[in-house]
């Protein structure tokens, strides 16, 4: 496969004085051709150097900084010029400006993977690296790089919910740093044909549809009650078994299972309860 062929030239400040000198003395030549009234036969090939040198003067270009010129001639890929300043190269190729700045772009509703349409919207900055690949392997490449970008955003929201309350699970609103690296990966891969190097691809935009924006919102709050409590239970029991595991190490008092039953029940509603406990003085007795 071919790929970019870096090209030198001419410097241009070389060749204008030089294509500038020779053009002031076929001027004076063919004045004194006519003067001395030679003829036909002795002008015209003065003409004709005249005008080829004249054309030489279209190889002249300059190239920007961050910016590169590719060479076509008649078709063929002669080399990238990617040199800033005044250059001068064959009259007959054609050059064809490319950028190779530091560039980006930002790309919006899509589902993700448990069907709830989201808006996502991810900053991917890139640049050209290869300009043969850029120009020649795809038809438009600035296009391409938003089209691939936009489906590797979108295949790699549907790979992940917006949230989620279970540990060890990734979602694109938890894990975003590990999203974003991933969502390069997969921009580069995609791009690598192109001649584009990605520099950076980073989610910058993360939200419920409007339309479901509420219900969500509301289904997230009893996502995060319900992990709460089932924390809170966790520990609440952990902390009842330890009670009562000390209680029975200390000798402080030796409990039936009824009694047992019944100081876990306190502990639960003590532990679990929103609201704080009202002590109650118990003087009598739960056999009576």
């Known amino acids: ?29 063919l004045y004194t051709v006519i003067e001395a009234d030679r003829g036909p036969a002795a002008i015209l090939p ?13 190889g002249f270009f300059i190239v920007n900084p961050n910016d590169a010129k590719a060479l076509l001639l008649f078709g063929k890929y002669g080399g990238t010029v990617k040199t800033a300043g005044f250059h ?8 064809r400006r490319l950028s190779l700045r ?8 899509v589902n993700d993977h448990d069907g709830n349409p989201i808006e996502i919207a991810a900053v991917v900055v890139w640049r050209v690296v290869d300009t043969y690949e850029a120009l020649f392997e795809v038809d438009d490449y600035e296009h ?3 089209v691939q970008s936009e489906g590797a955003m979108r295949n790699l929201a549907t790979q992940y919910p917006y ?10 609103r938890g894990d975003t740093l590990a999203i974003a690296d991933q969502l390069k990966i997969e921009v580069q891969e995609r791009l690598a044909q192109a001649g584009v190097s990605v520099l950076e691809a980073r989610i910058n935009h993360l939200a419920y549809a409007p339309e479901i924006a509420s219900a969500m919102l509301q289904r997230q709050q009893a996502g995060a009650i319900i992990a709460a409590r089932q924390r809170i239970v966790e520990g609440a029991v952990g902390m009842v078994e ?8 200390r000798g402080v008092v030796d409990l039936d299972n009824e009694r047992k039953a019944a100081m876990v029940s306190n502990l639960l509603v003590v532990l679990c309860g929103d609201r704080s406990a009202q002590p109650i003085v118990n003087t009598g007795t739960i056999y009576q």
């Open 1 to 29: 496969m071919n790929r970019e062929t870096v090209r030198r030239t001419v410097p241009g400040w070389l060749m204008l004085p030089l294509l500038v000198l020779v053009e002031v003395g076929l001027l004076f030549l």
């Open 46 to 58: 003065t003409i004709i150097a005249l005008v080829i040198v004249g054309l030489l003067f279209i």
């Open 88 to 95: 001068w190269a064959n009259p007959l190729y054609l050059k």
């Open 102 to 109: 530091v560039r980006n772009f930002e790309s919006s509703k």
């Open 144 to 146: 391409y790089v938003k």
């Open 163 to 172: 949230d989620t309350h279970i540990d060890g699970e990734k979602s694109l």
């Open 242 to 249: 330890m009670a009562l595991e000390l209680l029975s190490q």
